[in-house]
T-cell receptor, first 113, second 115 residues
């Protein structure tokens, strides 16, 4: 069975500082990986996804993530955060065939001025 | 192109009542997924449907919960005889009828409160 671990439940950073949100997964098959963002009282919006090819994936709002197969990780990074990035971030995995997404517990990113 | 629509956005029920949550997928999407988000937790898969078919219901509780996606109309998640533990946000997602790993587009969710 697949699982996703987001190592930090909360990450506070100062505005314009860099940030990394960590995500590790376990799966016995090839996987597809996703990062979603959830703003307060809203649904989930896709930030980026890895299906195949280049291990560095660029997404919306200046975010990027790197797929590391040997470390089974898919960490999300942004070089300079803004107040508007305050939200909950979810890492998710799918084995493609099963279609369903398996989500991590989420990381709450708080940006301090 | 309208996104995934869910209604109602907020639903309050007393214990023992029935809750019906509706989801209209994006235009052209024939795959629908339901997820549940309990307070302070991530989303948990419940069920995956295509038109008139349940493809995967491995995440559905064995009792009181059912889902359908009829040929015409929205997908419905039905919870009978609700209990306080059913209080959660229920999200619907949809994807187009193509191969696996297509992006799932999420609706705004229905927040169910059971009194």
């Amino acid at each position: 069975a697949q699982s996703v671990t987001q190592l930090d439940s909360q990450v506070p950073v100062f505005e314009e500082a860099p940030v990394e949100l960590r995500c590790n997964y376990s799966s016995s098959v090839s996987v597809y990986l996703f990062w979603y963002v959830q703003y307060p009282n809203q649904g989930l919006q896709l930030l980026l996804k890895y299906l195949s090819g280049s291990t560095l994936v660029k997404g919306i709002n200046g975010f990027e993530a790197e797929f590391n197969k040997s470390q089974t990780s898919f960490h999300l990074r942004k070089p300079s955060v803004h107040i508007s990035d305050t939200a909950e971030y979810f890492c998710a995995v799918s084995d493609g065939g099963a279609q369903k997404l398996v989500f991590g517990q989420g990381t709450r990113l708080t940006i301090n001025p | 192109n309208a996104g995934v629509m869910q209604n109602p956005r907020h639903l309050v029920r007393r214990r023992g009542q029935e809750a019906r949550l509706r989801c209209s997928p994006m235009k052209g999407h024939s795959h629908v997924y339901w997820y549940r988000q309990l307070p302070e937790e991530g989303l948990k898969f419940m069920v995956y449907l295509q038109k008139e078919n349940i493809i995967d219901e491995s995440g559905m509780p064995k009792e009181r919960f059912s889902a359908e996606f009829p040929k015409e109309g929205p997908s419905i998640l039905r919870i009978q005889q609700v209990v306080r533990g059913d209080s959660a946000a229920y999200f619907c997602a949809s994807s187009p009828p193509t191969r696996a790993a297509d992006t799932q587009y999420f609706g705004p969710g229905t927040r169910l409160t059971v009194l």
